[in-house]
């Protein structure tokens, strides 16, 4: 079994793909994105002020996060025994995400946490930093991307399918914003990780996605043999 990351900007699919390559390899899927997403509601909910580290440090010594499979074969975010995929999808959260994770006391909390979910191996790990910062001795790393009015595009149909309010000019003014700040921050900037593969999929299909990267991942394997 082998380690593999997926980074890439948001709305490029990768969180998508990620899913199907670790259900198709038969591999542990964990979205990096979604645990910060998390954090993110918790401040909100508790009405913490993010410059306040030790309220925020209270807070992450406090939390349990768990990824649970579903009846239907999907996975959930469980914070404290609580489903959360839902609640951390909004919008709202998606405003605050970059902020949140910009905060060297909570990377380094959910840094730990990720890089624990790993040791086993047979893990395909999604997010902004997975193989620059989380695993970067992961044996395949991908770095995903596409223009960003095709990702909104998609992201916008992803909310509108799961019933989320949505509006494109929002969702597209969002993505940029993210995009600047995530490859701008200080801690554990958004790029492509030394040795990663670029995977463009402006122009691909979903399943020609997961197909690039499950071959990619077959043939590490038959390397490491």
Do not use: C
Not at 46 to 71: R, S
Not at 123 to 129: I, L, N, Q, S, T
């Amino acid at each position: 079994m082998i380690n593999i990351t997926i980074d890439g900007h948001s709305g490029s699919g990768k969180s998508s793909t990620a899913k199907k390559v670790a259900a198709a390899l038969d591999y542990t899927y964990i979205d990096t994105g979604a645990m910060y997403r998390a954090i993110t509601l918790l401040v909100g909910r508790h009405k913490i002020n993010p410059e306040n580290l030790e309220a925020l440090k209270a807070l992450l010594d406090e939390t349990a996060i768990k990824f649970q499979k579903m009846q239907d074969g999907s996975k959930h975010l469980f914070v404290n025994g609580e489903d959360v995929e839902m609640d951390i999808r909004t919008q709202e959260v998606a405003d605050q995400v970059s902020e949140i994770s910009r905060i060297p006391l909570v990377r380094e909390h959910l840094v730990m946490w990720q890089r624990e979910m790993a040791k086993g191996k047979g893990v395909v790990m999604e997010g902004r930093d997975a193989g620059t910062v989380i695993l970067p001795e992961a044996d395949l790393k991908v770095f995903m991307t596409a223009d960003l009015q095709e990702r909104a595009r998609r992201r916008y149909e992803q909310m509108s399918e799961k019933g989320i309010p949505a509006d494109l000019d929002e969702i597209t003014a969002n993505l940029s914003h993210r995009d600047k700040l995530d490859s701008t921050r200080d801690i554990a900037p958004l790029k492509k990780a030394d040795g990663a593969v670029e995977v463009d999929t402006t122009h691909m299909s979903f399943e020609d996605q997961v197909d690039a990267i499950v071959t990619l991942a077959k043939q590490k394997m038959a390397l490491t043999r």
